[in-house]
């Protein structure tokens, strides 16, 4: 087989796990969360809780205003971290993107949480107010 051969499969074999994996978090997501938009979490921020999961450094280097931080990384180590999040009212999740968002929203959805929204293009796509530590 050719090098041009080889590197067009393995090009086609990355593209292929590529979008099997956005449907695996499209599919996780679609099960655990409803996805807001930028406007739609402004206008709903004084009623829900609003949860940053990415890790602390992030957190405190730039976050939405009102957020607070519940990292998935220790919240997966650690359920008592969920324990600051109440049942009654709506969850706002975000990370930089979607994915530790949609991991946070299943862990929650396995703890019965049923309000949880994903903000859609994540932080890195936040054009709202922030606060830095």
């Not at 099960?31 to 890790?55: L, P, W, Y």
């Not at 946070?104 to 049923?114: E, S």
């Amino acid at each position: 087989m050719s090098f041009l051969n080889t590197l067009t499969i393995f090009i086609l074999t990355i593209g292929v796990l590529y979008g099997l994996n956005r449907l695996y978090l499209f599919l996780l997501r679609k099960s655990a969360a409803k996805v807001a938009t930028q406007e739609e979490f402004q206008e709903n921020m004084r009623n829900v809780q609003i949860i940053d999961v990415r890790e602390k450094e992030d957190f405190n280097r730039g976050h939405i205003l009102g957020a607070r931080s519940v990292p998935y990384t220790i919240s997966k180590a650690h359920k008592e971290y969920l324990t600051a999040i109440r049942k009654d009212k709506p969850i706002y999740l975000y990370d930089n993107k979607q994915t530790m968002a949609i991991y946070m929203a299943r862990m929650l959805k396995k703890q019965g949480f049923t309000d949880i929204y994903i903000l859609k293009e994540g932080y890195s796509g936040w054009t709202g107010k922030t606060k830095k530590k």
